[in-house]
């Protein structure tokens, strides 16, 4: 079992940015992938970034790519995701999961539960 637990969520103004982190429990982190997802009110939840074991591979949704940044510290046992030049629509309850690293949300084992995340405008 892994445990997830996202921080540094919270409100922000359009164009400013944030850091989310990603603690993970286990001692075997650092063979996992991992990913951020969010999911806003109504809407199902979407692939946001995603980091293979050793961070050598790195994913990006066309949304973000080229403002958000995954990165991860397998000494930590931490992932996290910088968020830059965040838009009113980044707007969600942002969460960290461990599996392949890939897009595709059938391919994570673990989630945490997830770290609100409101831009306003």
């Known amino acids: 079992q892994v445990q997830l637990v996202e921080s540094g969520g919270g409100l922000v103004q359009a164009g400013g940015s944030l850091r989310l982190s990603c603690a993970a429990s286990?001692?075997?982190?650092?063979?996992?992938?991992m990913g951020w997802f969010r999911q806003a009110p109504g809407k199902e939840r979407e692939f946001v970034a995603g980091?293979?074991?050793?961070?050598?591979?790195?994913f990006y949704a066309d949304s973000v790519k080229g403002r958000f940044t995954i990165s991860r510290d397998n000494a930590k046992n931490t992932v996290y995701l910088e968020m830059n030049t965040l838009k009113p629509e980044d707007t969600a309850v942002y969460y960290c999961?461990?599996?392949?690293?890939?897009?595709?949300?059938?391919?994570?084992?673990?989630w945490g539960q997830g770290t609100q995340v409101t831009v306003s405008s």
């Open positions: 980091i293979n074991w050793s961070g050598g591979t790195r």
């Open positions: 286990a001692s075997t982190f650092s063979s996992y992938g």
């Open positions: 999961a461990a599996g392949l690293g890939t897009r595709s949300i059938y391919e994570y084992d673990y």
